[in-house]
């Protein structure tokens, strides 16, 4: 069974740092892109980036790049995501996602489910 | 704003059928796959619908997809109220390398 336990979210003041993590079991960690993607407080879904199999390719939404980092370690089967100069905007349910392929342009075929970030002072 | 578009709600009767439009450029859902998720409430997303018309095994046949030029839609028949829920679609976009989601659209059975 697929199982992906993200951790890491919590309450953050505006300017601050926080650091995602994804535990992924039940399948072939390696093999397969992983994203993040995020939901405001009553809104929609909005994909924040993605990481290749191998991590040697990444790609992240306009909103985030320069700030956000996703990065992943094939040996500990956990996905990451750092993210820096948080803002209001940032608050959101952060959802690791998992990719039915190795492709990034390929669909996600499961998802956690989500941590929670808070930015407010 | 999203790119991809679609109506912010629709609704129809136990029993019927409904669409739901996703409507994209040439850069996103004119030249990628359309994928669809289903988000029921206080829970993470599912994959209902990939590559515009593949249905994940688990998945009632009651749902279904299409594709054609710029736009996309999903199909739901036989409506049940475990169906109410709000829907997505996403698609690569190659001119912002990256995934796009549609608003989402929110079903409910009457």
């Known amino acids: 069974e697929v199982q992906l336990l993200e951790s890491g979210g919590g309450l953050v003041q505006p300017g601050g740092s926080l650091t995602l993590s994804c535990a992924a079991s039940?399948?072939?960690?390696?093999?397969?892109?992983v994203s993040w993607v995020r939901q405001a407080p009553g809104k929609g879904l909005a994909w924040v980036s993605v990481i290749s199999s191998s991590g040697g390719s990444t790609f992240y939404a306009d909103s985030v790049k320069g700030r956000f980092t996703i990065s992943r370690d094939n040996s500990k089967n956990t996905l990451y995501l750092q993210m820096n100069t948080l803002r209001a905007d940032d608050t959101a349910v952060y959802f690791c996602a998992k990719y039915g392929s190795s492709s990034v342009k390929a669909f996600i075929d499961y998802w956690g489910q989500g941590t929670l970030v808070t930015v407010s002072s | 704003q999203s790119v991809l578009t679609q109506p912010p709600s629709v609704s129809e009767a136990p029993r019927q059928r409904v669409t739901i439009s996703c409507s994209g450029s040439?850069?996103?859902?004119?030249?990628?796959?359309v994928n669809w998720y289903q988000q029921l409430p206080g829970k993470a997303p599912k994959l209902l619908i990939y590559y515009d018309y593949l249905l994940p095994s688990g998945v009632s046949d009651r749902f279904s997809g299409s594709r054609s030029g710029t736009s996309a839609s999903l199909a739901i028949s036989g409506l049940q109220s475990e169906d109410e829920a709000d829907y997505y679609c996403?698609?690569?976009?190659?001119?912002?390398?990256?995934?796009?989601f549609g608003g989402g659209t929110k079903l409910t059975v009457l």
């Open positions: 039940g399948f072939t960690f390696s093999s397969y892109a």
């Open positions: 996403a698609a690569w976009d190659d001119s912002l390398n990256g995934v796009i």
């Open positions: 040439s850069s996103n859902i004119g030249n990628n796959a």
